[in-house]
């Protein structure tokens, strides 16, 4: 049991910048950022493989969010900057535990097998 426990979020202006964490109990292969927006599905956001540390975007944050991760501390990181009203959304990490067969695999919520519980992160206007 890998237990996820995300950190950072908040209220900010557009334009304005936040750093999300997401601590880690135990090993995994890859994590991954997804977003839910009030009355929308979750989407994926960004993905880290812990090896090699190669990442995956959707095209909406390219050029804005960073995904970034601290093997010694386990834990991974989500800098959010330029940020707008549209990214308004509950936050959640996940953790994969089984290698992924490739980075595009890592955009689909099924690969995954922990979640963490959510962080709130409000863009005002």
């Known amino acids: 049991q890998v237990q996820l426990v995300e950190s950072g979020g908040g209220l900010v202006q557009a334009g304005g910048s936040l750093r999300l964490s997401c601590a880690a109990s135990g090993p995994s292969s890859a994590m991954g950022w997804f977003r839910q927006a009030p009355g929308k599905d979750r989407e994926f956001v960004t993905a880290i493989r812990w090896s090699g540390g190669s990442t995956s975007n959707v095209d909406s944050v390219k050029g804005r969010f960073t995904i970034s991760r601290d093997n010694a501390k386990n834990t991974v990181y989500l800098q959010m900057n330029s940020l707008k009203p549209e990214d308004t959304a509950v936050y959640y990490c996940?953790?994969?535990?089984?290698?992924?067969?490739?980075?595009?695999?890592?955009?689909?919520?099924?690969?995954?097998?922990?979640w963490g519980q959510g962080t709130q992160v409000t863009v005002s206007s």
């Open positions: 996940a953790a994969k535990v089984t290698v992924p067969l490739s980075l595009w695999r890592l955009r689909d919520q099924n690969e995954y097998d922990y």
